[in-house]
C-alpha cells in the first residue's frame, strides 16, 4: 500500500486535487480510461446517435487507396504512429489494405492504457499476422522523443484521429500541434480528425444519448477516483449536462452537484464542498469549420494537403504536410 506522501506525488492525484480546488471546478477528460472507461466507451461508438465513429470509419474506407498513395509517397517506406490508439477499430481499416497492398510500413499505437494497448495489441497478432507492431504506452510527446533519439529514418505518419483535437482549447491546440511540429521532419505528414459544424441538434444527440451510456463515461471517472483515493463520491447526487455553441463551435460536458455537498478523498486527506447546482467541467469537444481547420495548421506550422470527407460531411480528416 503506496503511503499518502507517495500517492500525493502521483500525477493524476495532483491532476485530481488541482481540478477539484478550483473556481470552476473541473476534472480531465485524460482519466476517464480506465479499464471500465475503455469498455463504456466501445458502447458509445456503437451508439446510433455517435456520428463521429461511423463517420471516420466511412472516411477511411472510401479513401483508403488514395491515403496510401499519399503516405507512401513513391513507394517509400513509413512508420504508421496513431496517437490514442484505443481498440484501433478504423485503423484496422487502413492496415488491412496497406498489408494487401504490400506497403512498406511499421504500425506503432501510442496509448496511455496499457491495458487497451495489451487488447489491440492481441488481436492485430491473431488478425493481422504479417503485421509489424511496435506498441508504446506512453505520453506522445514521449514516445516521439524515444523514436527521434534512436535515429530512424522513415517517413513518419502521425494519426491523431476520432476528433481527439477536440479535447484542446483554442490555444492549448495550437500548442499542442506546435510541439508535434518539433519532433517531424518537412517529408513527415500529419492525418488528423476534425468533427465540423452542423445542424446544433444531432451534435448534442451524440453526447447526450437516451441510452444515459454518455452519462456512465462522465460519472465513470468519480467511480475511478473513489476507488484509487478512497473517494466518497455519491453518483447518484450528480447529473451529466452537456452544452453546445454553435458561435464558438465549443462542445461542453458538465457533471453538476444536486445539492450542497462534502466529498472526501481519504487517501489524498482532502475534502471538497460543492454547492447544490455547481458544476464539474469534465470535457470539451469542439468542433470546426474548415476555415478554423486551415487556420489552426497554419498557426501550428503545418499546411493542409488534402481533406477526407464522409458522404454527410459530418467529419473531415485532414492531410497536413510539415511547413
Known amino acids: 500500500m503506496e503511503t499518502t506522501a507517495e500517492v500525493l506525488n502521483d500525477t493524476f492525484a495532483t491532476d485530481v486535487i488541482e481540478g477539484l480546488s478550483s473556481t470552476p471546478k473541473f476534472l480531465s477528460s485524460k482519466y476517464f480510461y480506465d479499464e471500465k472507461g475503455d469498455a463504456i466507451f466501445q458502447q458509445i461508438m456503437d451508439m446510433p446517435s455517435y456520428y463521429l465513429t461511423k463517420s471516420e ?3 477511411f474506407n472510401t479513401h483508403k487507396q488514395a491515403l496510401l498513395s499519399i503516405f507512401s509517397n513513391r513507394q517509400q517506406a513509413f512508420h504508421l504512429i496513431e496517437f490514442g490508439a484505443g481498440d484501433g477499430m478504423k485503423t484496422k481499416v487502413l492496415l488491412e489494405h496497406f498489408l494487401q497492398q504490400k506497403a512498406c510500413f511499421r504500425y506503432l499505437p501510442i496509448d496511455i492504457s496499457e491495458n487497451v494497448l495489451s487488447i489491440l495489441v492481441n488481436d492485430l497478432e491473431i488478425n493481422f499476422p504479417g503485421l509489424e507492431v511496435e506498441p508504446l504506452a506512453n ?30 482549447l483554442q490555444d492549448e491546440a495550437i ?23 452542423k445542424d446544433p441538434q444531432i451534435i448534442l444527440n451524440a453526447y447526450n444519448d437516451k441510452e444515459g451510456i454518455t452519462r456512465n463515461f462522465n460519472l465513470n471517472l468519480l467511480d475511478r477516483i473513489n476507488t484509487e483515493f478512497d473517494g466518497n463520491f455519491d453518483t447518484n447526487q450528480f447529473i451529466h449536462s452537456p452544452t453546445y455553441n454553435p458561435l464558438t463551435g465549443a462542445t461542453k460536458s458538465y457533471l453538476v452537484s444536486t445539492k450542497n455537498q462534502e466529498v472526501t478523498l481519504e487517501r489524498l486527506g482532502k475534502t471538497f464542498k460543492f454547492e447544490a447546482w455547481e ?10 469549420s474548415l476555415s478554423n ?24 480528416d485532414s492531410v497536413w504536410t510539415v511547413k
Open 57 to 59: 470509419h466511412e472516411i
Open 139 to 168: 505520453e506522445y510527446f514521449e514516445a516521439l522523443n524515444i523514436l527521434n533519439e534512436q535515429q530512424r529514418t522513415e517517413r513518419k505518419v502521425i494519426l491523431f484521429l476520432g476528433s481527439n483535437i477536440g479535447n484542446f
Open 175 to 197: 500548442e499542442f500541434l506546435r510541439q508535434m511540429r518539433k519532433h517531424l521532419r518537412p517529408d513527415d505528414l500529419l492525418l488528423i480528425g476534425f468533427d465540423l459544424k
Open 279 to 288: 458544476a464539474i467541467d469534465m470535457e470539451i469537444s469542439q468542433k470546426y
Open 293 to 316: 481547420i486551415a487556420h489552426l495548421a497554419k498557426q501550428a506550422g503545418f499546411e493542409v494537403k488534402s481533406n477526407f470527407f464522409d458522404k454527410n460531411k459530418n467529419f473531415v
